[in-house]
Antibody, heavy 119, light 111 residues
Framework: EVQLVESGGGLVQPGGSLRLSCAAS????????MSWVRQAPGKGLEWVAN????????YYVDSVKGRFTISRDNAKNSLYLQMNSLRAEDTAMYYC????????????WGQGTLVTVSS | NFMLTQPHSVSESPGKTVTISCTGS????????VQWYQQRPGSAPTTVIY?????PSGVPARFSGSIDSSSNSASLTISGLKTEDEADYYC??????????FGGGTKLTVL
């Protein structure tokens, strides 16, 4: 069974940092692009970042460029999101998702980890 | 920037058919595949349609997707509505410039 399990969320002050992790199992992790998608409380879905199979290509939504870094460790079947200079508007549930690149399709999604940026 | 626009909410009675639209702001929505996700309260999104009109295994045939190039829109149609279909539905596509886009979501009420 394909499974994605996020961790690392929590309460952080504005300007602070947090590192999210996503543990993958049930598929060949190194063969897939991976993504982070977020959802602010009561709001819609927003794509955050993508990373290629070998980590050589990364893409970000404009609002997080220069502050967030997506990375992966294929030996550990893990995806990461390093979030720096956090702002109140970064408060959201963060989901990791496997990507079917040819279709540009996210499936499946993890259960999410909640990040709250507040003083 | 490319955007996808969905109605904020739709409602229909059990057993009826409902269609949710997703309109592209520019270019041709047919240029890139459209996916549809269902999200129930407190849960992660799951796919109900991918590649414009394909259903993942386990998704009932009551769910169907289509593209209308003349209106630059995609549609999700759910027939034989059940109370369990009540959820938020999001369309998603790609802008061709390494940015991925979601519609704002549509709340489906089955009453």
């Amino acid at each position: 069974e394909v499974q994605l399990v996020e961790s690392g969320g929590g309460l952080v002050q504005p300007g602070g940092s947090l590192r999210l992790s996503c543990a993958a199992s049930g598929f060949t992790f190194s063969s897939y692009w991976m993504s982070w998608v977020r959802q602010a409380p009561g709001k819609g879905l927003e794509w955050v970042a993508n990373i290629k199979q070998d980590g050589s290509d990364k893409y970000y939504v404009d609002s997080v460029k220069g502050r967030f870094t997506i990375s992966r460790d294929n030996a550990k079947n893990s995806l990461y999101l390093q979030m720096n200079s956090l702002r109140a508007e970064d408060t959201a549930m963060y989901y990791c998702a496997r990507v079917f690149w040819g279709v540009r399709w996210f499936d499946p999604w993890g259960q999410g980890t909640l990040v709250t940026v507040s003083s | 920037n490319f955007m996808l626009t969905q109605p904020h909410s739709v409602s229909e009675s059990p057993g009826k058919t409902v269609t949710i639209s997703c309109t592209g702001s520019s270019g041709s929505i047919a240029s890139n595949y459209v996916q549809w996700y269902q999200q129930r309260p407190g849960s992660a999104p799951t796919t109900v349609i991918y590649e414009d009109n394909q259903r993942p295994s386990g998704v009932p045939a009551r769910f169907s997707g289509s593209i209308d190039s003349s209106s630059n829109s995609a549609s999700l149609t759910i027939s034989g509505l059940k109370t369990e279909d009540e959820a938020d539905y999001y369309c998603q596509s790609y802008d061709g410039s390494n940015h991925w886009v979601f519609g704002g979501g549509t709340k489906l009420t089955v009453l």
